[in-house]
């Protein structure tokens, strides 16, 4: 199918093995959260795995994946299971899902390219440090809107949210669907509403906690492996991405490799703003193609050997 804005051939889906062992959803997903990859017919030596976040879904990050592609390299973005469906099956999913088909995306992509680089949203960026920071399959690894604190969820809340798991699964908050985000995906915003009925309006108490665990996790990991990356903050979200960041300074030290877009929200990449979305897939680009490595025949064979 053609995408009608940037006139690019999108292939809808990932390999079915993937999500081998993992959450099968009993419900199909919608249109906007359908897996797509982005391959050049004669495939490029240098990939990107897109990952999206905590109650996100793929058609969020068409914009950097379309631009990625338009640099040269070959992008694939999976849907996290549960995600994009219904909120029955993210309330089944689990964080070992989410995580596993990203992890088992790594290891079969690394078998056709060599290596893999990682870019992730929000929860995404929590998940790209626990698997790639540190591992020599990956090589470069972008943070964008980083998830490694959420100042809504407070101590008092994480306790409150474990008493109420067991007996209540979701609680009603707040969320009013706005014109104001420019989405990239095919026929937007045609499942907007639908997605935001079934996730953004609610509070999941249990996958809450999980998320809570993977997102200190994710701030272990990319502190304590050094890794080439990237990290994008929009400066108008300050529940989640300004208090990471400054728990990743703190923990890793004021760093050259932060990048602070004023007037972007948490979106970014289909933000209310068209210059800080530009700012940020900017940011995504220069990074990506700087100093960049294309595994080939015999170099490619020498490369995968060594990881």
Not at 57 to 76: K, N
Not at 123 to 150: D, Q, R
Not at 295 to 304: I, P
Request: aromatic content about 12%; hydrophobic content about 35%; proline content about 6%.
């Amino acid at each position: 199918m053609e995408n009608n804005e940037n006139k690019i051939i999108f292939n809808y889906s990932v390999p079915d093995k993937w999500y081998e062992g993992l959450y099968k959803d009993k419900q199909p997903c919608r249109s906007a959260a359908r897996p797509f990859c982005l391959v050049h017919e004669q495939p490029a030596g240098e990939c990107w795995l897109l990952i999206h976040g905590y109650r996100g879904y793929p058609g969020e990050l068409v914009r950097p994946a379309v631009d990625l592609y338009g640099s040269g390299f070959d992008v694939y973005v999976p849907r996290l299971p549960g995600h994009g469906t219904c909120g029955a099956d993210f309330a089944r999913s689990c964080a070992d899902d989410w995580t596993g088909v990203i992890r088992n995306a790594i290891n079969d992509i690394t078998d056709k390219y060599g290596r893999v680089n990682l870019l992730g949203h929000s929860m995404g960026t929590a998940i790209a440090a626990v698997l790639g920071s540190g591992n020599p399959a990956v090589g470069k690894i972008i943070y964008v809107s980083p998830s490694f604190e959420n100042l809504q969820m407070t101590p008092a809340s994480r306790v409150i949210l474990k008493l109420l798991s067991p007996f209540t699964p979701k609680i009603r908050c707040k969320w009013h669907p706005s014109s104001k985000y420019h989405l990239h995906y095919e026929n937007a915003p045609c499942d907007e509403m639908y997605l935001g009925t079934e996730y953004f309006r609610w509070f999941f108490t249990k996958k809450l906690g999980e998320y809570y665990r993977l997102m200190k996790k994710g701030l272990e990991c990319v502190s304590a492996y050094p890794h080439e990356h990237l990290v994008i903050c929009p400066l108008l979200d300050k529940i989640i991405s300004v208090p990471s960041v400054q728990l990743y300074k703190k923990a890793v030290g004021e760093r050259e490799n932060i990048i602070y877009i004023e007037n972007a929200t948490h979106s970014v990449f289909y933000d209310k703003d068209p210059a800080a979305e530009e700012a940020a897939v900017a940011a995504v680009i220069g990074f990506a193609v700087e100093k960049q490595l294309f595994w080939r025949g015999e170099e490619h064979e020498n490369k995968s050997k060594n990881i």
